[in-house]
């Protein structure tokens, strides 16, 4: 099992450049979320995707779309690529079945993709 | 809304020191708590996790205890190892469906 696999590990764009950052999880799970982690701010959920078919806005996802294109993918699209996205970001799944509270689902995250807009 | 504060980092240690990062955190409900680390080049991994209050987490020799009296969960290991080193988050989560992260402490253990 690879677990949740990313790519690209890194990007560089320049300014309104659009791109789709791809990730792939094969361990079933229905939940899958996209983080983006900056310095001093640990991490924030950008989108998040319950379950095949559905998608909901996180924290911060202003500048950013999302595709859950089957129980396995969830990819993360920026139209156009503004400095302020410079950032790293994880893709991270969870859950064979629906959280229960107390009877939490372990989020298992990717490797990153270290983005850098210009 | 909900929040996690934890210790700033850096922190630096010899090796078998006693580690301690604090970690408070404010929220509606009654969330579950975690520990994630992430070493370097690496994504998060959980570390350990407590669901109720007075629960203690546990893995690799860390602990943490879950306080709903003084909203805490810090996070302890009685003898840290260089492989120890690594960056810590703290989080919490209220039964929506996504974790809030504390900013983070690296740790770095010096042999």
């Known amino acids: 099992n690879a677990g949740v696999t990313q790519t690209p590990k890194f990007q560089v764009l320049k300014t309104g450049q659009s791109m789709t950052l791809q990730c792939a999880q094969d361990m079933n799970h229905n939940s899958m979320y996209w983080y983006r982690q900056d310095p001093g701010m640990g991490l924030r959920l950008i989108y998040y995707?319950?379950?095949?078919?559905?998608?909901d806005k996180g924290e911060v996802p202003n500048g950013y779309n999302v595709s859950r294109l089957n129980k396995r993918e969830f990819s993360l699209r920026l139209e156009s690529a503004a400095p302020s996205q410079t950032s790293v970001y994880f893709c991270a799944s969870s859950g064979r079945g629906p959280d229960i509270v107390g009877v939490e689902n372990e989020q298992f995250f990717g490797p990153g993709t270290r983005l850098t807009v210009l | 809304g909900d929040s996690v504060t934890q210790m700033e980092g850096p922190v630096t240690l010899s090796e078998e020191a006693f580690l301690t990062i604090n970690c408070t955190y404010t929220?509606?409900?009654?969330?579950?708590l975690f520990w994630y680390v992430q070493y370097p080049g690496e994504g998060l991994q959980l570390l350990l996790k407590?669901?109720?209050?007075?629960d203690k987490g546990s893995n690799k020799g860390f602990e943490a205890t879950y306080r709903k009296e003084t909203t805490s969960f810090h996070l302890e290991k009685g003898s840290v190892q260089v492989s120890d080193s690594a960056v810590y988050f703290c989080a919490l989560k209220t039964g929506a469906n996504n974790l809030f992260f504390g900013t983070g402490t690296r740790l770095t253990v010096i042999p």
């Open positions: 929220a509606t409900g009654y969330p579950s």
């Open positions: 407590a669901t109720k209050a007075d």
């Open positions: 995707s319950a379950s095949e078919g559905t998608t």
